[in-house]
């Protein structure tokens, strides 16, 4: 009897750890979504020419980039992939403008 209450406390204190983690992971998400929220009201010509840019690309090219920042994301944080799907793809498409903006700054224009 005593092992399987080890047992139970083991895996309670796992399930607590697990839901600590999914919700710091939240939070962190939710603070840099943010962050580029306030980044890009600060610079609203900066989310319209991001905007402007990911109009322009080809549906493949659009794709392409979706699955490079949707990868992105769920590399550095891999509690994303059990988000729903309207919960997850404001930050990717906010993430697609974002990266085209600057690689417009950097590289200049990358539409046509």
């Not at 943010?34 to 020419?49: D, S, V």
Request: aromatic share 6%.
């Amino acid at each position: 009897m005593g092992a399987v209450q080890q047992y139970v406390h083991e895996a309670l204190q796992a399930f607590d750890r697990i839901r600590r983690d999914e919700e710091e992971a939240r939070q962190i998400q939710a603070e840099r979504e943010e962050a580029g929220r306030r980044r890009m009201e600060e610079e609203p010509e900066a989310e319209r020419k991001g905007k402007e840019l990911l109009n322009a690309l080809s549906v493949e090219e659009r794709q392409a980039l979706y699955e490079e920042v949707k990868n992105d994301l769920l590399m550095k944080f891999p509690q994303v992939s059990g988000w729903k799907p309207e919960a997850i793809e404001p930050a990717i498409e906010a993430r697609m403008v974002s990266r085209l903006f600057q690689k417009s700054q950097t590289e200049g224009c990358v539409c046509g």
